[in-house]
């Protein structure tokens, strides 16, 4: 087995939430437009309450804290 071999579909996860390198997040997109399966997790992943707000929450606190802080 090959390290490029890995399972391109786990990273379907770390794309929804951004966090895959520039040429991770362009490998997976491509995989992602030939790739039923993994339209199908991304649209749930997106679905999940939580895991993506957990994200924008803390983005937003960074800002909010910003604000609060003068
Ligand atoms: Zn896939």
Redesign the pocket.
């Known amino acids: 087995m090959s390290p490029s071999s890995r399972d391109?579909?786990e990273d379907?996860a770390a794309y929804a939430l951004g966090v895959l390198d520039e040429a991770d997040h362009e490998a997976f997109e491509s995989?992602?437009m030939s790739?039923e399966?993994?339209q199908v997790?991304l649209r749930e992943l997106s679905e999940v309450p939580g895991l993506l707000d957990a994200v924008r929450r803390d983005r937003s606190n960074s800002l909010d804290d910003d604000r609060t802080s003068r």
């Open positions: 391109v579909h379907v995989h992602l790739c399966a993994c997790e």
